[in-house]
């Protein structure tokens, strides 16, 4: 067996690396035998290093970062829009995002290192699908929908609907993400999240949890729940969303919200932690989380009353 250092070698690579999206596209259509879009590679490499993904024959790399129109974040038409290859130190260093969109600066800002932020892409995380992919439950209260594209058209769907199971996306094959957007908040509204590990940076993720509120300190008009690493893929929790709408925001409220949140996942036990333990995080998690958004409306409503 190929060994490296206790890691496997690298198979035979071709490395591609096109400069404009249609010669992208057109290179992931017409590649033959295996290949691989990539961006940072700090999912692919050491997927292959450690054995889960074997290309006996080789495998030709599609790397996307050459394209430019892949990366960056603008604001436009009231949305705030992601390139796919867009490096995650490039939104934790945007002020837009600080600004806007605070809960997903703050879910970049735990992931991984500093190191691994300057090459590692939303992008990546996303079409990784793991369960513990830690930009989606933010992206996923945000509302977010992500776009791929292909040599022949363009499609969207919304991030709640592109996670199949771990690793699986609804990408079809031969198709590049291209894009994540989301609404630009309003200020009625308030989003938070946190995650759980065994250590505060550099770990998975034994759960991560990510709230948003619209309304007033008085009244919900609408709430998103999302959590990672408690089901197959990260999940919208939309049975407890609907326990808070058009509701006065009390304790008692946020407390049975948070309840049934925790009673709609489905983790599992691992070296990490139990199923029991990520639930009752659920449910803890989730009621300070949304206690805090309601404090931020709290805040937002006294500040315009000045
Ligand atoms: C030390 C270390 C620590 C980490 N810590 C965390 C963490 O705390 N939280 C966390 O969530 N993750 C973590 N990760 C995982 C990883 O860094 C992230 O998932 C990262 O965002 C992946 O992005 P990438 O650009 O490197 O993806 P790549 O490795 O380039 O690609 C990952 C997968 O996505 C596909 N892909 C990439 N871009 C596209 C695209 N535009 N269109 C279609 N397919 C695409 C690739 O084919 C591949 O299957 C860590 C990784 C390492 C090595």
Redesign the pocket.
Known sequence: MNQFIGSRALPDLVYHRPNTLDDLLGLVKGVEGDY????????????IRGGKWRFADGINVVD?RGVKS?SGIREENGEIVLG??TR?SDILASPLIREKAPALADAVS????PQ?RN???????L??A?P????APPLLVLDAKVT?RTADGEETAPLNKFFLGPGTTV?SPR????EIRFPVPGSDEAARRTRMGQRTA????IISVAVWLKGSPENIEAARIAMGAVAPTPIRITVAEAALAGKKPDEATLAEAAKTAAAHIAPIDDLRASAEYRKSLAETLTRRLLAACVEDLTAYKKSKTK
């Open positions: 691989r879009v990539v961006a940072g590679c700090t999912d692919f490499i050491p997927a996307i892949l796919a290859a995650l735990q992931m991984a290192s691994v090459t590692a892409t939303v992008g990546g995380n079409c990784m793991s513990a992919a830690d930009t791929w990408l198709s590049v993400l291209t550099f770990v998975c993720s």
